[in-house]
């Protein structure tokens, strides 16, 4: 298999705001021409750590590497790395044409190459004839498109995008992601896009990485991070689970039973040992109810509350002996239970995983061993250099 390159890579990088520590000993590869969101709730560090790797906060430990060489202490214009905000920052005294060709004007790029490049990016965004135009005469979704178009036009290494489009409704959100996408894809650019909409998320990268309090809880793939969450945390952030702790009991050809408070349960069994204590973790969809005890385990359990949602019914149940109400989806068609009712809970064993919060620390190790010498080595096989200025 084809090695992937890395484009840009964080070190145990480090900031304080004053006393408060934002982001925390961070170590992060992002490769040639990938799509890596970073996800996590408002305060987590996202924005802070795009900013450290465009250049507009400095690090205060670690390495930020670009196509292999140290940038942390850098400045913005020092790193082919350009930067689309939230807000657009589009200049409102310019025309649009006047925007887009802005970064190629501060390079003395040719006036003849310059009308060219913007018509490639306005019919690359999909507004051909909208050069004329002042700022203030566009839509939002038109000066996100106007702002990417200027952000591309110098064709960057990286793109960073901090929420771009957290201020579009949601129906131009939906078609703007699949846009975004798309140009992604076209031009090759490695993008940095940072959000957190977790559905955002899933559907557009290639690779996510959870952060949480400063930290990144969790790097990998959306069905990774959906499938197999490393953190309780990370569980309960992407989508919705059932996660409550018990004991190893058994272990038998890749499934595990764990004894809990209510009662023997089954799931996948990965990395861990008898007796070990763990966190099982279930998402509602998988859960299925009945008025009769079924397969090689169920729970009992009571319904406190019923929602429709059109396709599936969610039942709020409680379990004996469980401290948090327990969710599960169920299809809506031909189902008799209502609240009040006594069921059993049922899952299927490959269903349920096992989570184990040491999990995070074995991960970690395998992002710390990509090396910074190693992206500069690559890179000059690449022949790219550090960029002349
Ligand atoms: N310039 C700043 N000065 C002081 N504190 C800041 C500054 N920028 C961000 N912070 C703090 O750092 C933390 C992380 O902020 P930020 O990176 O903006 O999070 P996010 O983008 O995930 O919402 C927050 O607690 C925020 O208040
Ligand atoms: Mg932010």
Redesign the pocket.
Known sequence: MEEKKIMVELKHVD?F??E?H??KDISLPVYQGEFLT?L????????????MIGGF?KPNGGEIFVAGYNVAHKEPFERDVNTVFQNYALFPHMTVAENIAYGLRMKHVPKQEIKKRVNEMLELVQLKDFGPRQISELSGGQKQRIAIARAVVNDPKVLLL??PLGALDLKLRKQMQFELKCLQKKLGITFIY?T?DQEEALSMSDRIAI?HD?CLEQVGTPAEIYERPVSRFVADFIGESNVFAGKIKSLNQGFAEIATPFGTVQSIADKVRETEEVYVSIRPEKVSISSESQGTFSLKGRINEQIYRGATIRFVLSIPGMEKEFKADMPSNGLLFTTGDDVYIHWAPQDAFLIREKLIGDRDTDVVALQGEHTKAVFKELSIGEKSI
Do not use: A, Q, Y
């Open positions: 900031k705001f004053g408060n934002v982001v970073i996590g709730s408002s305060g987590s560090g996202k924005t802070t750590t795009l900013r906060d901090d929420e940072v957190h952060m400063g």
